[in-house]
């Protein structure tokens, strides 16, 4: 025969490292040793995101950066035109671009639609919580500017890169002597 629980918070009573968080069963989501543990907390508030002084074009231009470069390379790797000598790349840049543009879009879509009249949710710009820095539709739109703008930039470098890999492989390895082409006068050979 089943035991009856009083109430959900009774659920959590003794020892269980797992919680709800702060205590409050109807917030939805529960504090375990992994996030809940002091080292997660400092690598989450070390995030772009929601480190204390960046500005929303300044988030987005970070988060852009990183996420406009590891784009292109699923569609090199995995992409239709993999086998190609420069499709895979130019493939891989036009992808990167084009799911920049939708993420673009969609964050625009949310200001867009969070941000009507004056709204009582968890977005408003009266919000305690610091793990919400965005709180009006102009953030967000700044944050959409920035992730584009640093995403194009990531991408173009990762392109770059691509194409350029087999010099920049012959320079790392040695096979290039950088100093005697830039500096002859210094005599090294």
Known sequence: MATQISSPAAAYAGDDPIQPDHRDVWRANLSTPINDSPIVKAYLRNLPAYRPGLSPFMRGLEIGMAHGYFLVGPEVVVGPLRETAHGANLSGLI????????????????????????PRGAYNSHSKDDLRPLRKKEDWFQLGSGVLLGSMGGAVFAYLLLENFSDLDSILRGGVNVSQLLFPWLGLS
């Open 95 to 118: 992808t990167a671009i084009y799911i920049t543009v939708s993420a673009c879009l969609g964050i625009s879509i949310f200001a867009l639609a969070t941000f009507q009249g004056d």
